[in-house]
């Protein structure tokens, strides 16, 4: 069961929520930063993390039913646009096929009832070489064993499981990254900067999320062939027997006459 979106609203008006938006929303900027004329995608509970796109054509928040949604952006006026938010089944988007240029999922895959139909559904609706950037709790990491966030609920994930999970979904992998050191504590957000530079360097493994950027790859289809029937390779008595060689003839019958002299 999927977190209540005013629990999602509720963390992310708090310390904790602060620095995680800081921290994720640093590296979606330094993957996308420059999203000018595209059209974005944000699945799940991703709203937080769109302030760094600049330029983009459209941005879209899909939010899955179990979850519930919220009126995004607020206020009700960027760029002049009303609710940009709606409600969807995270198997079913509903959004034509390949629509999107990119698409970034945050608290999507960990609570999805099937993480693969998820990522077809992303694959679906994701332009010829658009991009996704999946963002989960990491198995080895302090956060996913922290009730009292969003990241403590569901599956975490390893790498090696996120890079797997993206390709049987036909999403082949580009990068990848870590963020989230510092400790689920909401007395230690402060210092989230510090334990952010300092755990890259010293204890990169346990690091509260991974990210993962993947392209959309489509293959060319091979034509079949059509169908003919077989012609034969050898038809019995079409070839005859070769005659003796004019060579071999000429012998024989001069070793006929020699024997006769």
């Not at 994720?24 to 996308?32: L, Q, S």
């Not at 390779?233 to 070769?242: I, Q, S, T, V």
Request: glycine share 10%; proline share 8%.
């Amino acid at each position: 069961m999927r977190r209540d979106v005013v629990e999602l609203r509720r963390f992310y008006a708090g310390p904790l929520g602060h620095a995680v938006r800081e921290m994720v929303g640093r590296k979606v900027d330094e993957a996308w930063g420059q999203a000018s004329g595209l059209d974005v995608l944000a699945l799940g509970y991703a709203t937080p993390f769109l302030d760094g796109l600049s330029g983009a054509r459209r941005v879209v928040a899909a939010m899955p039913a179990s979850q519930g949604v919220e009126v995004w952006p607020q206020p009700l006026a960027r760029n002049g646009a009303g609710n940009l938010a709606c409600l969807t089944d995270e198997q079913a988007l509903p959004f034509p096929n390949a629509m999107f240029d990119r698409v970034l999922v945050v608290h999507g895959l960990e609570e999805a009832d099937d993480p693969l139909a998820f990522l077809r559904e992303v694959w679906r609706v994701l332009a010829p070489s658009g991009r996704v950037i999946l963002t989960a709790s990491a198995r080895s990491g302090l956060w996913a064993n922290a009730e009292g966030t969003p990241f403590g609920s569901g599956r975490p994930f390893t790498r090696a499981q996120l890079e797997q999970l993206a390709r049987e979904a036909e999403l082949e992998p580009l990068a990848w990254s870590r963020a989230l050191y510092v400790p689920p504590v909401e007395g230690l957000s402060r210092y989230a900067e510090g334990f952010e530079q300092v755990g890259a360097r010293l204890w990169p493994r346990f690091a509260g999320l991974i990210l993962l950027e993947a392209v959309k790859q489509t293959f060319a289809v091979k034509p079949k062939g059509l169908r003919a029937p077989a012609r034969a390779a050898f038809n019995p008595g079409a070839l005859k027997p070769a005659r003796a060689p004019a060579l071999a003839r000429t012998l024989r019958l001069r070793n006929s006459g020699d024997n006769g002299s």
